[in-house]
């Protein structure tokens, strides 16, 4: 059988009762939009990162969309961000009539090179959205001192860092607000579509609220900015907050995954993960670097393993997004990575036998390249 690159059947025949009590407590609590689950997951999340709000929505694109909208950020407005990620951070910042601006990322971490930001901020920047991308954080302090001098906002793209810290900050308690995907690959995942957003501000949780619901601000009345509807679903939301009381478990077993690739994979020349210093990774996707990327992954399939890029074509070079005017070689080291990274199998339930065959099946390849 193919060995995925990922897969959430292990998982679900562990916690099967725990998610099928949640669907249960939903279907019979006789509200099922907007109800206790939505409110306790919100309440819940807030708290696990220590702020004062959480206001799900339908997905993390939207959490991003809604995130800056709420932070101020409208059409004309320039938000930086970078090109190497995943498209959804780019299409929320568009979605909005904003300009998405790109800087370049670090050679070693593949995040955004805060030293580049001060270089593309002009009189139009509104804000900035660092990514924290594959389960580690973007360096913080320089953007926020960008933010002081500048008067700018920052929103976290935490999609893909749930649980990490950075100088023992958790992800998303760093800046004006965060947006969290819980797609279900995600580092805390539903059994569907779902998102949020957090902050310690009163007013972006008010006006977040009524972004979700076609900009009502109590049930019938539309204030300022007419919406869409991007609810949370109850069912979903009662999934995660299950799933939110094992999340340091989930990121626990990430991490032994990535230890054990890093003990049977460390003395080949596959560039394995490097955790910056004062980062806590939480191994989102396990991403290694090879210039024979290419055959690496075609002769892993004789093994029935399959892999995965993330992301094989940096946004900027996307025919969707050619209207921003970027033009191949603009960033050269995400076009760098794009043709050398690939992503080994990584989810908490992987298990020993799993993962033996996937660092059995690549030092084979290795050795042939
Ligand atoms: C998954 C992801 C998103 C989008 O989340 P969805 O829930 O799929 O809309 C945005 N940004 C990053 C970095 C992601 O990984």
């Known amino acids: 059988?193919?060995?995925?690159?990922?897969?959430?059947?292990?998982?679900?025949?562990?916690?099967?009762?725990?998610?099928?009590?949640?669907?249960?407590?939903?279907?019979?609590?006789?509200?099922?939009?907007?109800?206790?689950?939505?409110?306790?997951?919100?309440?819940?999340?807030?708290?696990?990162?220590?702020?004062?709000h959480c206001v799900g929505v339908d997905n993390g694109t939207n959490a991003i969309k809604l995130g800056l909208q709420a932070l101020g950020v409208g059409p004309g407005d320039e938000v930086i961000t970078v090109s190497n990620t995943a498209?959804?951070?780019?299409?929320?910042?568009?979605?909005?009539?904003?300009?998405?601006?790109?800087?370049?990322?670090?050679?070693?971490?593949?995040?955004?090179?805060?030293?580049?930001?001060?270089?593309?901020?002009?009189?139009?920047?509104?804000?900035?959205?660092?990514?924290?991308?594959?389960?580690?954080?973007?360096?913080?302090?320089?953007?926020?001192?960008?933010?002081?001098?500048?008067?700018?906002?920052?929103?976290e793209d935490c999609a893909q860092?749930?649980?990490?810290?950075?100088?023992?900050?958790?992800?998303?308690?760093?800046?004006?607000?965060?947006?969290?995907?819980?797609?279900?690959?995600?580092?805390?995942?539903?059994?569907?579509?779902?998102?949020?957003?957090?902050?310690?501000?009163?007013?972006?949780?008010?006006?977040?609220?009524?972004?979700?619901?076609?900009?009502?601000?109590?049930?019938?009345?539309?204030?300022?900015?007419?919406?869409?509807?991007?609810?949370?679903?109850?069912?979903?939301?009662?999934?995660?907050?299950?799933?939110l009381t094992r999340l340091d478990d989930y990121v626990a077993g990430r991490r032994a995954v990535a230890q054990r690739y890093a003990e049977g994979l460390g003395d080949t020349d596959l560039v394995l993960p490097r955790t910056v210093p004062g980062n806590e990774h939480v191994y989102y996707v396990y991403v290694v670097r090879h210039p024979e990327r290419d055959r690496i992954i075609e002769e892993l399939k004789n093994y029935s393993i399959s892999l995965n890029i993330s992301y094989p074509w940096p946004v900027h070079t996307m025919t969707g997004f050619a209207h921003l005017g970027y033009t191949k070689g603009d960033l050269p080291i995400t076009e760098k990575l794009a043709g050398e990274i690939f992503s080994l199998p990584m989810y908490p339930s992987l298990g020993r036998e799993r993962q033996d065959r996937v660092i059995d099946a690549v030092r084979e390849v290795l050795a042939r390249i």
């Open 161 to 243: 860092a749930h649980g990490a810290r950075h100088q023992g900050q958790l992800s998303g308690t760093m800046s004006d607000a965060a947006a969290f995907s819980f797609y279900p690959t995600k580092v805390l995942g539903a059994y569907g579509d779902g998102g949020g957003v957090v902050t310690s501000e009163d007013e972006v949780s008010r006006r977040l609220r009524r972004l979700r619901f076609y900009g009502m601000e109590d049930h019938y009345y539309t204030l300022e900015t007419p919406a869409h509807n991007s609810r949370l679903d109850e069912v979903q939301a009662e999934i995660l907050r299950r799933k």
């Open 87 to 155: 498209a959804p951070t780019v299409v929320a910042i568009d979605s909005l009539g904003a300009r998405p601006v790109f800087v370049d990322v670090g050679e070693d971490d593949y995040l955004m090179d805060t030293a580049q930001v001060t270089d593309v901020i002009t009189s139009r920047t509104k804000a900035l959205l660092p990514v924290h991308l594959y389960g580690q954080c973007v360096d913080m302090a320089p953007l926020r001192g960008l933010a002081a001098e500048h008067g700018l906002r920052i929103l």
């Open 1 to 52: 059988m193919t060995l995925r690159v990922w897969d959430y059947l292990p998982e679900f025949a562990e916690e099967r009762e725990e998610i099928l009590s949640a669907v249960e407590t939903v279907f019979s609590s006789g509200q099922l939009i907007l109800g206790k689950s939505v409110r306790g997951f919100e309440e819940e999340f807030a708290a696990y990162h220590g702020l004062a």
